[in-house]
């Protein structure tokens, strides 16, 4: 069975870095095509997201907070890690992390988050 | 830039059909996914490339695609089927997650 679960502070003070961790079992951080996106949804708001790595270590960043954010990997703990610089209220939202499988089919591109973890909520407030 | 545009709410009385439709300009080049999230939930997955059900996904939900947009339907719709539903893609590079604002589906 696949699950994943994240983990990280409840709350976080105005500047400080937010760092939670998306923890996964069955299945392996190493198999090709698979990746951990990370999402947020400030409350009542739309889902956003932030973040990807795969196996091959390939990343990417949404770019209207790519200067902000970081993601890393350790497949021997079978966990992704995102950190958040400078956090601001703003930033106050569930946070989910899903499993991402890709590929080409039909010669058009598909990336699929088939698998996604509770959500962890961080609030931002001195 | 990208977007993926959705209508931010769509109302059906138990029984009707319900349709909700995502554009974007990358559609006819990358695949989309939809996703139903009930309050206090997180998202699960419905409708992968395009049209592809999973196993779990129940028959009533279909997904279809046209040049630039994508449409969910879900045909005999009830009352557990009240939630917010968001169409995934990716940027014509490929390399950018978007996510559409969101629809709210109201069964009356």
């Known amino acids: 069975q696949v699950t994943l679960k994240e983990s990280g502070p409840v709350l976080v003070k105005p500047t400080e870095t937010l760092t939670l961790t998306c923890t996964v079992s069955g299945f392996s951080l190493s198999e090709s095509r698979v990746g951990i996106s990370w999402i947020r949804q400030p409350p009542g708001k739309a889902l956003e997201w932030l973040a990807h790595?795969?196996?091959?270590?390939?990343?990417s960043f949404n770019t209207s907070l790519n200067s902000r954010l970081a993601i890393s990997k350790d497949t021997s703990k079978s966990q992704v890690v995102l950190t958040v610089t400078n956090m601001d209220p703003v930033d106050t939202a569930t946070y989910f992390c899903?499993?991402?499988?890709?590929?080409?089919?039909?010669?058009?591109?598909?990336?699929?988050?088939?698998?996604w973890g509770q959500g962890t909520t961080v609030t931002v407030s001195s | 830039s990208d977007e993926l545009t959705q209508p931010p709410s769509v109302s059906v009385s138990p029984g009707q059909t319900a349709r909700i439709t995502c554009s974007g300009d990358a559609l006819p080049k990358q695949y989309a996914s939809w996703y139903q999230q009930k309050p206090g939930l997180a998202p699960i997955l419905l409708i992968h490339k395009d049209t592809e059900r999973p196993s779990t996904t129940p028959e009533r939900f279909s997904g279809s695609s046209s040049g630039t947009a994508v449409t969910l339907t879900i045909r005999g719709v009830q009352a557990e089927d009240e939630a917010d539903y968001y169409c995934?893609?990716?940027?014509?590079?490929?390399?950018?997650?978007?996510f559409g604002g969101g629809t709210k589906l109201t069964v009356l």
């Open positions: 899903a499993r991402v499988v890709v590929g080409v089919f039909n010669n058009n591109y598909y990336y699929v988050m088939d698998i």
């Open positions: 790595i795969f196996s091959s270590d390939g990343k």
């Open positions: 995934q893609s990716a940027d014509r590079s490929g390399v950018y997650v978007l």
